[in-house]
């Protein structure tokens, strides 16, 4: 396929006056009517509309390349203009685009616009080249640029287009974790080093807690050969519809990217079905991981309230004064009320957030009011008999809603299916929050009493706890957050310790000062080890362990990861035994800490510090020890 038996000089504009997105399009489509490609101006003017109401065709470097494929063209063809001064076509670097080509396709048949697409961008890479396109001073220059640029890409490709189709040369990912606070980027840098080692042009999509960096453009997809998908958590899937394409977790893109690489390479085409824009739908996955989707989905957003109101509450015990009124700590003073004031409301949202957005995962946007309700009431305790204020069932009460919530709007609309078309409109807005509101309740209501009970008979044993038990506690919990580092079982300790905090009682803020600890100790036991047991490590791990000792002190576990990816069978038994050691002496010290998150910055409210800060020590030497003995030199 060559581009010039697409464009000919009828179909070229050069340095036009355009002013704004719209009248290009409009150029570019009178092009294409002049080739005589078109049959109907309307109904291929709508297939370009509604292709960049998906998300701009501009590219950046200045290009834009709007294109439809529709039954009102008659023939494939691709028309050009240049414009000097640019328009604003949406691009992703926010530059004006001044180099636009648009391309027809008539529907049926191969997909010529995929075809001409993707040559077209393959040369459209070159910045240089775009913008002696963009000057050029007459068409027939216009033209001769793009004849010798494509002989220039056929030559350097052997101009063997067959091969090219079978091998691939460029990819998209995206990567996300449930927190986005690392194993999102360590995904996103195993496939990006690996792709660059075997000559494959990438782009990665990093989803984290901070929102979305890199994102892939349309043209970008298109474009691409095949696509990965290495995440953790829900991402819409519909815009990858027609690409080959992978689905893995962030842990097999860190641990072995060239296998996913290789399995793109023979994966099979994605089609895109159903209302529920997710992994999940789509992916052959395992109900136990489905399940642990919907519940991380709910966790990564009831952080940020947890973590937030949580310190607000800890600097409120920190600045009150007990002597005042032991009964009313945190509020003796007008200081310490209004952040523990502030830091109740933000952690309160926690129950109906977890419950809201665990249903939400499993049904869409219709399953968050539902399970918003349904987390609100697991937190008010209302039962049947008393409606106001029952017995809580806190927050096991609110996973039970959370994906309760869920399950019950997906059966609402299985039961809505035969409805009339005409109702379609108040299903969203009537039908499945009002059925699904009333069902939670009284589900809720009912089981309440039973949860609450259950919770109530948990604690009660935590705080019975001889000395003994609760250093087992804190070793199970320390160990817990060393074992996968952000994985399910990290993650699961992390919970424990954020809805024990809940309590507001010492046996809470003493489980949550062991899992934090826990949690701190595998990057510093690293980064200890890279310095006394330098033969162990590569040169790139020495130079890199440093780095782990902020990540450490700063409450990221993740920071232990690459060196456990590299050889587990060592680092993570060793690590285990440095955090459980440290998670056990926190609890034999009786430390308590009453934020959810912060590392050694909220070290000011923790109790007893100064043996928290030994605890913290002597687990992180205990894994450096520990690593040094298992760990074989680097030259064996």
Known sequence: MKISEFIGANGIRIREKVYDKSEAIDKLISLHEEAGNLN???????????????????????????HGKSASVDRAGLVAITC??????????????????????????????????????GMLVDKGFCEKLAGAESVDEFMALLDEKEAQKDKAMGNNEEEVCVEMKRIVAVTACPTGIAHTFMAAEAIENKAAELGISVKVEKDGSGGVKDALTAAEIEEADAVIVACDKNIDMGRFDGKKMVIASTKEAIHDPEKLIEKAKSAQVYRHTGNVVSVNEEANESAGRKVYKHLMNGVSHMLPFVIGGGILIAIAFLLDDYTIDPANFGTNTPVAAWFKTVGGVAFNFMLPILAGFIAMSIADRPGLAVGFVGGALAASGATFASPGEGVPSAFLGALVAGFAAGYIVLGLRKLCDNLPDALEGIKPVLIYPLCGILIIALLMCLINPIVGALNAWIYAVLTNMSAGSIVVLGALLGAMMATDMGGPLNKAAYVFGTASLAQQNEMGWMIMAAVMIGGMVPPIAIALATIIFKNKFTPAERKSGPVNFIMGFCFITEGAIPFAAADPLRVIPSLMVGSGVAGALSMAFKCTLMAPHGGIFVFPVVGNVAFYVLALLIGSAVGCLMLGLLKKRVEE
Do not use: Q, W
């Open 40 to 66: 109907d101006v309307t109904g291929f003017r709508e297939a370009i509309l509604a292709r960049e109401s998906i998300g701009s065709t501009a590219v950046g470097n200045g290009v834009a390349v709007p």
């Open 84 to 121: 000097p001064d640019g328009v604003d076509y949406g691009a992703p670097d926010g530059e004006p685009s001044n180099l636009l080509f648009m391309i027809a396709a008539p529907e049926g048949g191969a997909d010529t616009h995929l075809e001409i697409l993707a040559k077209l961008m």
